[in-house]
């Protein structure tokens, strides 16, 4: 009989007495597994129900996870890719730079210092069981504005300090008191502090969850046995990411793709990506990406990190623990100075956003010559970022809104691609038009699915949507899109997917909008958002 070997046992025991202790072990390893898995899952159904924006309680764009007292990702709920990759990060920054003691609460949102971009505020709660400490708790929300330039916090920017409020690794709460003085600050360098406190409040009540559920499994089952499961976890999906490896055939694998522009110059910035498979490891260098750019489009290390942890998840069952170990087995070399592990202050919002979903798309185009039969065309590629803020009239109040737009999935080997989804580095839904028009003061006029924007392929790719809001009141809108010009690919001969549009309908007359940059919309005008599809697979012959 051959087993998992998930707790380290033998493969293959031949005794009886064997045979029952590695069953035992493996049925055990697997309960530990989703007793951890349902800490994170539980937070982000607490902070989902708590939250007060749209852009969190309708669309979650937040993810929740817990770690071991060394920063190491255990457990993590079914959220957004590019957060739960980059969370060891902000933990382990947290862990470096702050003394921490029971019912201290850090948060962060430097891209330098363990953050991924300003709007996605990160909270990190420790765990202390007999005066030790036991693991954290921690959750990321992305926040409808942060301050800046530009409301939204996501604007075409040249440094850092454009983009809104920097907060490095410091304590929002200490020995369970809030630190009024940092809470005030933040809240007077937004544009819409209510809302603001309301979500940063959800996600001190995630954490707390998050840190009370840690608690009693500690209290049920002991400290050693939780850290003995947890790094069991730990090396299970680093021995799973292995064997995953061993099965590919080894070699080098090349792929290039590119962002279409960053929003000031107007020139393709490549990413290119070598991927070495050799045995049971590889390596992912990105020598000969592009360097950083001078407009937002730049990524720190963590956010490629994320999408490389998220590319061989990927691959591997879905039955798999999501955790730290699988990235154990994998070497990623990302040269400073580069669009994929910029240096500060080099702006950043849109290397969360957009550049991570180029990053994916060139690690799949290359993982796709290693394993043909596993590896969908690519999808839309971009993350179709509107923001749009002013004043609201009707509640005499200040607004925000953010929102990512789905489109076309690519055609995967045995099947077409999915319409009007979410793709990749985000895992986020469409706000739904009542809730949209109820918090803001616009109306959706359109919203429908671009037919026929699929690649065409044996398998067609999925097609992109459209959305028209049609503004009530003066605003300021900002866009951060791609594929506005370069083309989701297609594989084994697939077409690829149709870029998308960015159109001002004023006065019944269409205009085009460029996919980076920032409007005065006037009551009236009409901002519409078409969304790229996704490549096809296969010849249409075939």
Request: hydrophobic residues 40%.
């Amino acid at each position: 009989m051959r087993l998992l070997g998930s707790c380290g046992i033998a493969a293959e025991p031949t005794g009886l007495f064997e045979r029952f202790f590695a069953v035992t072990n493996a049925i055990e390893l697997e309960i530990f597994k989703h007793l951890l898995a349902a800490i994170p899952e539980e937070m982000g159904a607490l902070l989902r129900r708590s939250a007060y924006s749209p852009n969190i309680k309708e669309r979650r764009d937040y993810s929740c996870a817990i770690f071991n007292p060394s920063g190491e990702m255990i457990a993590q709920a079914a959220h957004i890719p590019v957060h739960l990759g980059t969370m060891p990060l902000s933990v382990q920054q947290a862990l470096a730079e702050v003394e921490l003691r029971p019912g201290d609460v850090v948060i962060l949102n430097d891209p330098y210092r363990g953050g991924t971009h300003l709007p996605d505020i990160t909270l990190v709660s420790p765990a202390f069981v007999d005066g030790e400490l036991f693991g954290f708790a921690a959750n990321r929300a992305h926040h409808a504005d942060v301050g800046g330039m530009a409301p939204g916090s996501m604007p075409i920017a040249r440094e850092l300090v454009q983009e809104g409020l920097i907060i490095p690794p410091v304590k929002l709460m200490e020995g369970g008191e809030l630190q009024t003085g940092l809470w005030d600050i933040i809240l007077a360098n937004v544009r819409t502090p209510r809302e603001r406190a309301g979500d940063l409040r959800a996600q001190l009540a995630a954490n707390r969850r998050g840190v009370a559920r840690l608690e009693e499994l500690a209290a049920r089952y002991g400290p050693e046995t939780i850290h003995r499961h947890s790094a069991a976890l730990l090396g299970y999906a680093e021995r799973l990411t292995r064997a995953l490896l061993r099965a590919l055939p080894d070699g080098r694998y090349e792929f290039a793709d590119q962002l279409d522009d960053d929003g000031v110059a107007d020139a393709p910035l490549p990413i290119r990506v070598a991927v070495t498979i050799q045995g049971d490891s590889a390596s992912v260098d990105f020598t000969g990406t592009s360097p950083q750019a001078q407009g937002s489009l730049n990524a720190v290390y963590a956010i490629t990190l994320s999408a490389v942890h998220y590319v061989f998840r990927c691959l591997l069952a879905e039955d798999a623990p999501s955790n730290s170990g699988s990235l154990r087995p994998i070497q990623v070399i990302a040269p400073e100075g580069t669009l994929v592990n910029a240096r500060r202050p080099a702006p950043v919002a849109g290397g969360n956003v957009e550049t991570s979903q180029r990053i994916t798309d060139v690690l799949l185009g290359a993982l796709a010559q290693a394993a043909p039969d596993r590896v969908p065309a690519a999808s839309q590629g971009t993350m179709n970022n509107i923001l749009i803020g002013g004043w609201d009239t009707r509640r005499a109040a200040p607004f925000t809104y953010y929102e990512t737009l789905a489109g076309g999935m690519g055609a995967r080997p045995g099947a077409p691609g999915q319409s009007a989804i979410h793709t990749h580095m985000t895992n986020t839904l469409n706000t739904p038009i009542e809730a949209l028009e109820f918090a803001y003061p616009f109306e959706v006029v359109r919203y429908e699915i671009r037919r026929s924007t699929g690649g065409a392929g044996r398998f067609r790719g999925g097609d992109g949507l459209r959305r028209d809001l049609r503004l009530r009141v003066p605003a300021t809108a900002s866009l951060l899109t791609d594929r506005r010009i370069s083309r989701p690919y297609g594989l084994v001969g697939g077409e690829p997917g149709a870029p998308g549009e960015n159109v001002l309908i004023r006065d019944g007359a269409e205009s085009p909008l460029p996919a980076k940059g920032s409007i005065d919309l006037q009551p009236g005008d009409t901002l519409s958002i078409r969304t790229p599809g996704g490549g096809g697979w296969g010849k249409a012959s075939q």
